[in-house]
Every structure is written in structure tokens, then in C-alpha cells.
């Protein structure tokens, strides 16, 4: 599975960006995905996940009834819905995919490349 992240942009806090993330391959609905981001000096951490079909999801705490996660098998796309955003969501974000439910970024083999969201405040 390719994966390719879009959708970074540079907003002021309490903002609204849709992240899309477009992936190749026959398999992708039969993935789980899961979104990442990385901010300036820190290390990688789980936003959200979704299951195959997603029916199910779930969240980070630090983005929980900000952020939606969904996807759309036809089109081969994931989504990420953010709300309210804060400066402290600034980051590079990632998309990426395993068959494994976690959120252990060691457990996905397939990323993409990254989009960057800044958030002013």
C-alpha cells in the first residue's frame, strides 16, 4: 500500500482543516489506518485509528471530540476532521497503515509522507 498525505495548511487556532490521505493498492479496505504526527523536537504520537471498515475508531486523548477520523474504501482515501485547533496540534502529520489494531507506530508498515499543519494563536 502507497499512502500520500494532503491537506497541511497554516490556520489560526480554533480553526478547521480536513486531512485527506489517498493510498494505491488493491488491499487498502482491508487495512486498518492510523494517523501519527510529529511536532518540532518531539518524538511520534498516535492521533487516531480506524478499523477496515470504520465501524470503529479511536482517539487520543489530546484530540478526543476535536478530531474525527473516517474513511471511504471506494475512494481508497482516509480522513482526518480537525476542530478547535490549538497551536499545540502543530505538527507534521502522517497517515499510515497495519493490520494490526494499535497504536503503536513500530506496528504499521506503510506510511506516508507527511503534511504540515501550523496553528497560530
Known amino acids: ?15 478547521s482543516l480536513r486531512l485527506s490521505c489517498a493510498a494505491s493498492g488493491r488491499s487498502f479496505s482491508s487495512y486498518g489506518m492510523g494517523w501519527f504526527r510529529q511536532a518540532p ?21 489530546s484530540v478526543k471530540g476535536r478530531f474525527t477520523i ?7 482515501t482516509v480522513y482526518l476532521q480537525m476542530n478547535s ?7 507534521v502529520y502522517y497517515c499510515a497503515a497495519s493490520n494490526v489494531p494499535t ?6 508498515p506503510y506510511w506516508g ?5 501550523t496553528v497560530s494563536s
Open 113 to 117: 509522507q507527511g503534511t504540515l499543519v
Open 85 to 91: 485547533l490549538k497551536p499545540e496540534d502543530t505538527a
Open 41 to 61: 523536537g518531539k518524538e511520534r504520537e498516535f492521533v487516531a485509528r480506524i478499523n477496515w471498515s470504520g465501524g470503529s475508531t479511536y482517539y487520543a486523548d
Open 1 to 15: 500500500v502507497q499512502l500520500q498525505a494532503s491537506g497541511g495548511a497554516l490556520l489560526q487556532a480554533g480553526g
Open 70 to 76: 473516517s474513511r471511504d474504501n471506494a475512494k481508497n
Open 103 to 108: 497504536t503503536n507506530a513500530g506496528a504499521y
